[in-house]
């Protein structure tokens, strides 16, 4: 891969603490020939099976997950057919409300780009390695997803 | 041979620890590194709760390890 074009996909993809900006996101990937955007922004819940969250902290392993999470940008592109994808996921202790990560799509058209955006979410939960652990009033516990993987 | 363990989520709760390293014979397979943790860590048994990753990828088990390879354990992702 050209070195230009492997910066440009680092670039879209972000594992860190920090919060991030939707709009600056957007007006980052949106080009001339962008007919429809798409976003997934997930937050962090106040409740979660009936027990009140006071914060959750989120674990990466992130060297894997960097390369997860550009492999299925690559696959929902070449699904797809949409023309950009930007993943954005924090890790840390994030308080209720805070957003946790961000799937942001750009497309011609809008089909593809909500079908692009679901692929996305759906396979970040099933094979990107990130853990939440949330604390409750009632303990800690970790959330432990569905799994199922490929390269 | 040296291989590099490495534990997430609650497995380094239970383990006690976040990396580790092991000395297994030269030509192990995956299968055979993950036989011996179980002995060891018998709650890694319950495979529903176990995936592994080799160098940051997932790979069959019957591949072969080669020194230094770091060989992740953790439970079902629960990232987005």
């Not at chain 1, 001339?32 to 989120?58: L, M, N």
């Not at chain 2, 990753?53 to 060989?71: C, M, R």
Request: aromatic share 8%; glycine share 6%; charged share 30%.
């Amino acid at each position: 891969m050209r070195f230009s074009l492997l910066l440009a996909v680092v670039k879209m993809i972000k594992i860190k603490k920090e919060n991030f900006s939707v709009d600056d996101i957007l007006d980052r990937i949106t080009t001339k020939s962008t007919g429809a955007t798409v976003t997934f922004v997930g937050i962090v819940r106040s409740t979660s099976k009936g027990k009140i969250v006071k914060k959750i902290e989120i674990q990466v392993y992130k060297d894997m997950a960097q390369k997860q999470l550009k492999n299925i940008r690559n696959e929902a592109i070449k699904s797809f057919g949409v023309e950009e994808i930007a993943i954005i996921h924090r890790y840390g202790s994030l308080k209720v409300s805070e957003r946790i990560m961000m799937i942001a799509v750009i497309a011609s058209h809008r089909q593809e780009a909500f079908e692009a955006c679901r692929y996305v979410l759906e396979e970040i939960k099933k094979r990107v390695p990130i853990w939440k652990k949330e604390f409750t009033e009632d303990g800690t516990f970790w959330v432990e997803g569905e799994h199922n993987k490929s390269n | 041979m040296k291989i590099n363990l490495r534990f997430f989520a609650y497995f380094q709760e239970i383990i006690g620890a976040k990396h580790n390293e092991i000395i297994i014979p030269e030509d192990s397979t995956l299968e055979a590194l993950l036989t011996r943790l179980k002995k060891e860590f018998k709650f890694l048994k319950n495979k529903d709760h176990l995936l592994v990753a080799v160098n940051g990828k997932y790979v069959d088990s019957s591949v072969l390890l080669k020194e230094g390879d770091e060989v992740a354990l953790f439970p079902p992702v629960s990232g987005g």
